[in-house]
C-alpha cells in the first residue's frame, strides 16, 4: 500500500521543488484544492502520483535568443518552451512575447493548457511558450528578425505531431507569419507546425475570433442554467487585444451592453455603451495604429478614462477578465459580487487570483474559469491542425457551428464533476476533475512513462 500524500504536503513539495515561481505554484495549488477531493478513494491516482507526475512538466527548454535591432546593435533575449504533458496529443500552447515572461509563468500557462486542451475533447497535450521580448515600440523589421531568430533555436523541438505552438499575448498574425516563414525556411517543410497562421497559407476562419467568441458562448451556457441570456446585460470587460474585442463583438450581437474595455495604461468606461462602431474604431486604434486606449475617452465625449484601474468596481451584470493573469484580486472580486454581478467568464489564463476564486465560490456566482472559458481559442487551433492535415478549409458557418459545440460539450463536462447539493455548479471544480480525469486516464494506461 503506497503512503498517500495530503493536500499540504503536496503543496510543500511543489513549493520545494519549484522556488520562486509563484505563478506556477498558484496554478498547481487552484487544480490540487479540487483534484485531491475527488482521488481521496481511488487508489490508482495515489499509487501511480499522477497528479504530481502532471505538475512536473515533461521539459522546459531555454534558450538565448539573438538579433540585431534598426541601429545595429546585438539584443539578447532568452526564449522558452515548456513542454508540459503529451498524454493525449502533440503538445499545444500558445507563443508570448512580452516582458513579464518569465519560466514561472509560462509553466503555469503549459500546466492550465494541459486541462483546458483536454477538456476540448480534442487530442490534444499542454505546452507554452514565449520569451521576455516585447514587441511594443519595435519597428516591423527589428520583429521580423526577432521571431526568425527565435524560431532559428525553437525549430528543432516543434512539429506537426510533436508540439504545435500558437499566438499568444504579443504575438498575432504578424509574428506568426515571420516564425512559419523562418520553420519552412530552415526545414523546406509545408506543414502545419504552428496556428494561428493566415489564411493564405493554412490558416483557418473563425480563430482570431474563436478565444472571445468561446468565452461569451460558454458564458451564455451558464445563464441558460437560469432560465437567463445576455439580451439587456451590461458588460464589464478587461482588455482591448483580440480576445477582448471580440468577446466585446459577441456580446453586443446577442443584445448585451458593453461598458468597458482597458490595456495596461487603465480602463474606459462608456456608460452609452460600446456599439460596434465604436468596437471597430477600438480593432482599428490598437491593432493597426497601435494606439492606447486612453484615447477612446478623447473622440467619444460620454466616456471617461481610469489611469492605472482595472474595470471591476464598475457596476455591471456579467464580467469578463480578458487581459492578464491576477488582474482580478480578491477586492475587486467582492465589488463585482457587492454591484449586483451574476456571472464572471474569463477569457483569459488566470486573471482571477486564489482569493478572487474563494470569494467567486463563496458568492455562488456564476463563474468559469479560464480553463474552461477560454478553450474556444485552442479549440479552434485544433480544428486548425486538422485541416492542414486533411489540406482543406471548413466554412465559417461550420467552424461557428464546431465551436458552439465545443463550448457546449466544456460547459456539459464542467455541469458532470462540478454540480453541487442544492444546484449550485463549481465550475472551477467541474473544470478541474474532468480535465485530469481525461489525462489521468490515459498516463495510467501507459504505465510509468
Known amino acids: 500500500m ?8 503536496f503543496m510543500e513539495g511543489v513549493k520545494r521543488r519549484n522556488p520562486h515561481q509563484p505563478e506556477f505554484v498558484q496554478a498547481v495549488q487552484e487544480v490540487a484544492e479540487d483534484i485531491f477531493d475527488f482521488i ?13 507526475r502532471i505538475a512536473e512538466p515533461d521539459r522546459v ?15 539578447v533575449q532568452r526564449g522558452w518552451r515548456v513542454q508540459n504533458n503529451n498524454a493525449i496529443g502533440p503538445y499545444k500552447g500558445g507563443i508570448r512575447f512580452h516582458s513579464s515572461v518569465t519560466e514561472s509563468v509560462l ?93 493564405e497559407y493554412g490558416g483557418s476562419l473563425i480563430r482570431p475570433e474563436a478565444t472571445g467568441y468561446g468565452a461569451v458562448y460558454f458564458l451564455a451556457n451558464m445563464l441558460a442554467t437560469k432560465e437567463m441570456d ?51 474604431w477600438v480593432k482599428d486604434h490598437k491593432n493597426r495604429q497601435r494606439g492606447r486606449i486612453s484615447e ?23 464580467a469578463l477578465p480578458c487581459a492578464t493573469q491576477n488582474e482580478l484580486l480578491g477586492d475587486d472580486a467582492r465589488a463585482l459580487v457587492e454591484n449586483g454581478c ?9 486573471p482571477t487570483d486564489l482569493e478572487g476564486v474563494h470569494v467567486f465560490k463563496v458568492a455562488k456566482l456564476l463563474y468559469a474559469p479560464g480553463k474552461a472559458a477560454n478553450a474556444g481559442g485552442v479549440a479552434v487551433s485544433g480544428l486548425e491542425m486538422s485541416q492542414n492535415s486533411l489540406r482543406r478549409s471548413w466554412s465559417e458557418d461550420e467552424l461557428q457551428e464546431m465551436l458552439r459545440d465545443i463550448m457546449h460539450g466544456i460547459h456539459e463536462r464542467c455541469l458532470t464533476y462540478g454540480t453541487q447539493d442544492g444546484g449550485y455548479t463549481d465550475y472551477v471544480k467541474g473544470a478541474n476533475i474532468a480535465g485530469f480525469k481525461k489525462v489521468a486516464d490515459a498516463m495510467l494506461a501507459f504505465g510509468v512513462v
Not at 2 to 9: K, P, Q, T
Not at 40 to 52: A, M, N, V
Not at 296 to 307: G, I, K, L, Q, V
Request: charge should be negative; hydrophobic fraction near 35%.
Open 296 to 318: 477612446y475617452a478623447e473622440r467619444y465625449s460620454n466616456a471617461t478614462f481610469h489611469e492605472g484601474k482595472t474595470p471591476w468596481h464598475v457596476t455591471c451584470d456579467v
Open 107 to 199: 509553466k503555469f500557462l503549459a500546466f492550465e493548457q494541459t486541462f483546458k486542451n483536454a477538456l476540448t475533447g480534442l487530442p490534444m497535450g499542454g505546452g507554452k511558450g514565449g520569451s521576455n521580448f516585447n514587441p511594443k515600440g519595435k519597428s516591423e523589421r527589428e520583429i521580423m528578425r526577432f521571431c526568425q531568430s527565435f524560431m532559428t533555436e525553437l525549430y528543432r523541438h516543434i512539429g506537426p505531431d510533436v508540439d504545435v505552438p500558437a499566438g499568444d499575448i504579443g504575438v498575432g498574425g504578424r509574428e506568426i507569419g515571420y516564425m512559419f516563414g523562418q520553420y519552412k525556411r530552415i526545414t523546406n517543410h509545408f506543414n502545419g507546425v504552428l496556428t494561428g497562421k493566415g489564411l
Open 2 to 9: 503506497v503512503e498517500h500524500v495530503d493536500f499540504n504536503g
Open 342 to 350: 451574476i456571472a464572471v467568464s474569463e477569457g483569459a489564463n488566470m
Open 230 to 280: 445576455l439580451e439587456g446585460k451590461t458588460a464589464a470587460i478587461s482588455g482591448s487585444g483580440n480576445v477582448a474585442t471580440h468577446a466585446a463583438e459577441k456580446i453586443i450581437q446577442l443584445g448585451g451592453k458593453v461598458l468597458t474595455l482597458s490595456d495596461s495604461g487603465g480602463f474606459i468606461h462608456d456608460p452609452d455603451g460600446i456599439d460596434l462602431e465604436k468596437l471597430h
Open 40 to 52: 481521496e478513494d481511488k487508489e490508482d491516482y495515489h499509487s501511480e502520483q499522477i497528479l504530481r
Open 61 to 75: 527548454v531555454s534558450f538565448r535568443v539573438c538579433w540585431e535591432d534598426d541601429k545595429g546593435d546585438i539584443r
